[in-house]
């Protein structure tokens, strides 16, 4: 068992517990009925996620994965990932599995972490279904301006730190 699934463990025990304290049965079974209803809505996309994630792996060969995403593909394979990250969507069901497979055919760290992080800061769904709507357009472009050029550095102190904790 790895440590990520341990964690989970615990704290699903420790707020069920909590649950039980507070409402007895009647808050924990509330708690997995509505948990019952996310997995209900999500299940198909979650399946969907992680089969694109596993074909990727095969029809993508790790050698052009590692060529331009590995360890060594340097400042390249951080603005590869940087930038890659900006025209992917489809929330974590979908993105994490295929992140996840390019990790594990070779991607480096620091491309990697600058992938997530280019997703998550600077991806265009966002910032036109949501920012320039809620926002307007004036303040939600300043800030994609701002945010455009962090993903690099972040790649590139991600994989630095990488590398000084000797995590493989």
Do not use: E, H
Not at 37 to 47: A, D, V
Not at 96 to 106: E, K, M, R, T, V
Not at 117 to 144: C, D, E, H
């Amino acid at each position: 068992m790895d440590i990520a699934l341990l964690i989970l463990i615990v704290l699903v025990s420790v707020t069920a517990v909590a649950a039980f304290w507070k409402g007895r049965w009647q808050l924990v079974t509330s708690g997995l009925k509505q948990a019952g209803g996310t997995l209900k809505s999500m299940w198909l996309r979650l399946l969907l996620g992680i089969t694109f994630g596993g074909l990727i792996q095969v029809l993508i060969p790790s050698a052009l994965i590692a060529d331009w995403l590995g360890p060594a593909s340097g400042l390249r394979g951080i603005l590869i990932g940087s930038y890659a990250g900006i025209i992917i969507s489809g929330g974590p069901f979908v993105t994490l599995p295929i992140i996840a497979s390019i990790y594990a055919a070779g991607a480096g760290a620091g491309p990697v972490i600058a992938f997530l992080v280019s997703m998550n800061l600077v991806g265009v769904r966002a910032l036109i279904a949501w920012q320039i709507p809620f926002l307007g357009a004036k303040l939600a472009i300043t800030r994609y301006l701002v945010c455009f050029f962090i993903p690099p550095l972040v790649g590139l102190a991600g994989g630095a730190v990488y590398q000084l904790l000797g995590i493989v």
